[in-house]
């Protein structure tokens, strides 16, 4: 699967270079060539969330999760593609509108997919070490919350007011220091043994 993705993506990318070399050769900046490059910026960065996904869609442990993420990364990634292209009204994602369901189902679709992004990157950690159990687990339980809280504020669930975004703001920083510390511990930490080995 991860082979056939990459396959897709690659040619994704190659097309839309090469439809923006030939507009800009044949009739310079136009607007084929902004959607083009809203189209290639997409395919990017879902192609580096794809990558985390299909790293652990590998390991057989984590199948439900990371096939669930794939489908909600690829629905994303279909409607995204297709506003970069301006096949659907930009103004339902942008704007207040009758159709402001369905601009909350694409932003739900694409915060999602970040998010499974980002725990599939800290379950790929592969430690028996008790520090690093519990740091996965508190990354991944402090994602979730933020997660939870943003798609209720987005369907107005729950109203987003201004005393909440100081602690927005710390549960942010908080999810950013406990991610950057257990992909530094876990690295550390497998290396020291390997240390040891050669040490022997």
């Given at each position: 699967?991860?082979?056939?993705?990459?396959?897709?993506?690659?040619?994704?990318?190659?097309?839309?270079?090469?439809?923006?070399?030939?507009?800009?050769?044949?009739?310079?900046?136009?607007?084929?060539?902004?959607?083009?490059?809203?189209?290639?910026?997409?395919?990017?960065?879902?192609?580096?969330?794809?990558?985390?996904?299909?790293?652990?869609?590998?390991?057989?442990?984590?199948?439900?999760?990371?096939?669930?993420?794939?489908?909600?990364?690829?629905?994303?990634?279909?409607?995204?593609?297709?506003?970069?292209?301006?096949?659907?009204?930009?103004?339902?994602?942008?704007?207040?509108?009758?159709?402001?369901?369905?601009?909350?189902?694409?932003?739900?679709?694409?915060?999602?997919?970040?998010?499974?992004?980002?725990?599939?990157?800290?379950?790929?950690i592969k430690n028996k070490n008790?520090?690093?159990?519990?740091?996965?687990?508190?990354?991944?339980?402090?994602?979730?919350?933020?997660?939870?809280?943003?798609?209720?504020?987005?369907?107005?669930?729950?109203?987003?007011?201004?005393?909440?975004?100081?602690?927005?703001?710390?549960?942010?920083?908080?999810?950013?220091?406990?991610?950057?510390?257990?992909?530094?511990?876990?690295?550390?930490?497998?290396?020291?043994?390997?240390?040891?080995?050669?040490?022997?």
């Open positions: 699967m991860k082979n056939k993705i990459t396959k897709i993506i690659s040619i994704a990318i190659l097309l839309n270079i090469l439809i923006f070399i030939i507009n800009i050769l044949n009739q310079g900046f136009t607007d084929i060539v902004l959607k083009t490059i809203k189209s290639i910026g997409t395919t990017f960065i879902f192609s580096i969330i794809y990558t985390c996904i299909l790293t652990l869609h590998e390991k057989k442990e984590y199948k439900i999760f990371s096939t669930t993420s794939l489908i909600l990364c690829s629905i994303g990634y279909f409607l995204t593609t297709l506003i970069a292209w301006e096949l659907i009204d930009f103004c339902i994602v942008l704007c207040d509108s009758s159709e402001s369901i369905s601009r909350n189902f694409l932003l739900s679709l694409i915060i999602l997919s970040l998010s499974s992004a980002h725990i599939s990157l800290i379950l790929n008790n520090t690093i159990k519990y740091l996965k687990r508190t990354v991944i339980f402090l994602s979730t919350v933020l997660d939870i809280f943003i798609l209720l504020s987005l369907f107005n669930i729950i109203t987003l007011h201004f005393i909440y975004i100081p602690a927005l703001t710390i549960l942010v920083l908080l999810i950013i220091i406990t991610t950057i510390i257990t992909l530094l511990l876990g690295k550390s930490i497998k290396r020291q043994p390997r240390k040891k080995l050669l040490q022997q």
